[in-house]
RNA sequence: GGAGGCGUGGUGUAGUGGUCUAACAUGCUGCCCUGUCAAGGCAGAGAUCGCGGGUUCAAAUCCCGUCGCUUCCGCCA
């Protein structure tokens, strides 16, 4: 080891120490006589202070020529900064080194973007290009602190718990249920496929059948999806399964190991907890007061109902409609005719037929064609519902109850982004629970599972498969949190019968049950225990410990949206060769 | 597959028909400078305004197309 000391590591009481410290230089301040030089690693930054009247005329001279993000080594004695010119910005600020020997290890290029920012406004692709250079920014460095202390945690955690980490493998069996898979050719077998999984659901449900009872893993997973902020082509999981517990049980073990790591590095995130114990909401309840399934609790203005008292309204609209919901848009009431019908337009393009607008003055509630037909009673009804007060502006659409609910679940997230109603210091953690097991797809015309087809229903709800499938609700639970869905698990079945009966209500025959499911099916049939479990996704719990705004801030080295790493210049062709040895031809 | 936003010196922006021979900040280069820490001062280099076509006497600016990036919808068992 070639450093005595990091760079963040010196303090008043090191004065007069001989070090050796390494690292990049991350500006020079050149006095002609005098430099001064911040030299940055990882851990912090240090000043080097060149005094001609101390450092060799050659050494002297080699400093004057080095530049932003040149590596040197430098030798020195530790020296207390006179009063007036320390620094309390720096943790080292105290001190300063006075360099006798300097070694240049490289020089650099002028950086392509610069790197003592926190780099939000440079263009992200450049920085990815870039990114060993990106990567040498404070803001990641503490990024990537972050995600690995989470990680830990996790692992610790898991261990204390009794649990195991069993690595599952990356060649699997395409299963083509879900989401699109990453395929990979064997060279052994011509013409046949891997498939990278999209998680090890169904390998850490065998690990419960082989006994293992408490597995865990920090596991990769690969969808080949279209890309968002908070979603890669390859991501990392918590991946956790139990047999013989509850789903009272996962989610208190979740639930703690979260709530642990937001105290015991709260230094490193800042972040408080809204809810301990955390929120629960039902399904019903997340739709109906936030008309999303992964609400942003962080913030009211909560959807409420008045289609009862619009019923037999003399504004048409109201008295027509199926159903009549709205928000309370705190102190909008000054919005401008541009500012509503941009609100209106918002609520078209999420499907809502319109949105009616009312503004609520000192005077009461007015707004155009609306205001003048409701009744002082529909008015008082609206007031009531929202708890609206003078100022605020009402955003009401009437609809049937799904359009409504996700219009208004839309406009809710938009108002709250626009009067920042998030406070970006708070974690509001959540768990929705009672899902419904299946959903009808309008366009197969076929049940699909909501959450996986191994999620095991209510048991009350068993007997409703064949008569009400609509209305089985099953042992799922999500974790959201800001917004996000930051996890989802669920108790699943154990029993060959009802996984069969879950098959077959998707429209999968025997004959294809058992071509793709067959290694399940089989070990149900050999002693598996109840087992459940969830998966938190660690990309996006540590944006958002991290505060950042999307998972490529604290991925070392992310994929673009268009799933393409343009440091790499991947993903790139092969060559005939490859292709001919693993019996693949391209038809482009 | 669809919708929105963005694209101008290395970087980040301004400029939305003629005064643009393209501005500002920062970075970069050179010179001066012994207490700075976003050092300062002076001087300088650096842009065919993403690309292609069109309209016009005249296009960074208007129109059409195209490419790239990004956010969202679809998709994400």
């Known amino acids: 080891?070639?450093?005595?000391?990091?760079?963040?590591?010196?303090?008043?009481?090191?004065?007069?120490?001989?070090?050796?410290?390494?690292?990049?230089?991350?500006?020079?301040?050149?006095?002609?006589?005098?430099?001064?030089?911040?030299?940055?690693?990882?851990?912090?930054?240090?000043?080097?202070?060149?005094?001609?009247?101390?450092?060799?005329?050659?050494?002297?001279?080699?400093?004057?020529?080095?530049?932003?993000?040149?590596?040197?080594?430098?030798?020195?004695?530790?020296?207390?900064?006179?009063?007036?010119?320390?620094?309390?910005?720096?943790?080292?600020?105290?001190?300063?080194?006075?360099?006798?020997?300097?070694?240049?290890?490289?020089?650099?290029?002028?950086?392509?973007?610069?790197?003592?920012?926190?780099?939000?406004?440079?263009?992200?692709?450049?920085?990815?290009?870039?990114?060993?250079?990106?990567?040498?920014?404070?803001?990641?460095?503490?990024?990537?602190?972050?995600?690995?202390?989470?990680?830990?945690?996790?692992?610790?955690?898991?261990?204390?718990?009794?649990?195991?980490?069993?690595?599952?493998?990356?060649?699997?069996?395409?299963?083509?249920?879900?989401?699109?898979?990453?395929?990979?050719?064997?060279?052994?077998?011509?013409?046949?496929?891997?498939?990278?999984?999209?998680?090890?659901?169904?390998?850490?449900?065998?690990?419960?059948?082989?006994?293992?009872?408490?597995?865990?893993?920090?596991?990769?997973?690969?969808?080949?999806?279209?890309?968002?902020?908070?979603?890669?082509p390859e991501f990392t999981q918590l991946d956790v399964e139990m047999s013989f517990v509850d789903r009272d049980d996962v989610m208190a073990l979740i639930e703690t190991m979260l709530v642990q790591f937001t105290t015991e590095q709260a230094a490193l995130h800042g972040k408080r907890l809204l809810y301990t114990p955390f929120r629960r909401l039902t399904f019903a309840e997340a739709m109906g007061r936030y008309g999303n399934d992964k609400p942003d609790l962080r913030f009211g203005m909560e959807i409420f109902d008045v289609t009862v008292a619009t019923r037999d309204s003399q504004f048409a609209v109201f008295a027509g409609a199926p159903g009549v919901r709205g928000i309370v848009a705190p102190g909008c009431a000054a919005y401008t005719r541009k500012q509503t019908d941009e609100l209106i337009e918002f609520a078209r393009k999420e499907g809502a037929k319109g949105l009616v607008v009312l503004h609520h003055d000192p005077e009461g509630i007015r707004g155009s064609g609306a205001g003048a037909k409701l009744s002082e009673a529909e008015k008082a009804a609206l007031i009531a519902a929202g708890g609206s007060k003078p100022g605020d502006l009402l955003l009401l659409v009437a609809d049937a109850e799904g359009i409504a609910l996700n219009a208004l679940g839309k406009l809710r997230v938009e108002m709250g982004t626009r009067l920042k109603l998030a406070d970006p210091n708070v974690l509001a953690f959540a768990w929705v629970v009672d899902f419904p097991m299946f959903t009808w797809d309008k366009d197969d015309s076929r049940w699909v599972p909501n959450h996986h087809l191994f999620t095991a229903p209510r048991d009350e709800d068993l007997d409703k498969f064949e008569t009400n499938p609509g209305e089985v609700k099953g042992k799922q639970?999500?974790?959201?949190?800001?917004?996000?869905?930051?996890?989802?698990?669920?108790?699943?079945?154990?029993?060959?019968?009802?996984?069969?009966?879950?098959?077959?209500?998707?429209?999968?025959?025997?004959?294809?049950?058992?071509?793709?499911?067959g290694h399940m099916l089989d070990a149900f049939e050999y002693g598996a225990p109840p087992h459940g479990g969830i998966a938190p996704g660690v990309d996006r719990l540590a944006m958002l410990f991290a505060g950042e705004p999307n998972i490529r801030e604290v991925i070392a080295f992310p994929k673009n949206q268009q799933a393409a790493d343009v440091m790499l210049g991947i993903p790139s062709a092969a060559t005939d060769k490859q292709l001919k040895e693993l019996s693949v031809s391209v038809t482009l």
């Open 477 to 517: 639970y999500d974790l959201v949190c800001n917004g996000y869905e930051a996890g989802g698990g669920s108790i699943r079945i154990h029993r060959r019968d009802v996984q069969l009966r879950v098959m077959s209500l998707l429209g999968l025959s025997l004959e294809e049950a058992y071509k793709k499911f």
């Open 1 to 232: 080891m070639r450093k005595t000391h990091t760079a963040g590591a010196l303090r008043a009481t090191d004065e007069g120490k001989s070090v050796i410290l390494a690292g990049w230089v991350h500006r020079r301040r050149d006095f002609g006589g005098l430099i001064f030089v911040d030299l940055r690693d990882r851990y912090g930054m240090t000043q080097i202070t060149l005094d001609p009247q101390r450092v060799p005329a050659e050494v002297f001279k080699a400093v004057e020529g080095i530049r932003a993000e040149y590596v040197i080594e430098v030798e020195g004695t530790v020296h207390l900064r006179p009063e007036k010119m320390r620094n309390p910005k720096l943790a080292t600020g105290d001190v300063e080194v006075f360099a006798t020997k300097v070694i240049i290890h490289n020089a650099a290029k002028v950086p392509p973007f610069p790197i003592d920012t926190d780099g939000t406004d440079v263009d992200e692709n450049l920085r990815l290009k870039y990114r060993y250079l990106d990567l040498r920014r404070e803001r990641m460095a503490r990024n990537l602190t972050l995600r690995h202390k989470l990680i830990k945690h996790m692992r610790d955690y898991m261990d204390r718990n009794g649990f195991i980490e069993v690595e599952t493998p990356i060649l699997f069996k395409s299963t083509p249920e879900g989401a699109r898979e990453y395929l990979v050719p064997s060279r052994v077998h011509p013409g046949e496929f891997y498939a990278l999984p999209q998680s090890p659901q169904q390998l850490k449900q065998l690990l419960m059948v082989g006994g293992i009872e408490r597995y865990f893993q920090i596991a990769r997973c690969f969808r080949d999806e279209d890309q968002r902020a908070d979603r890669q």
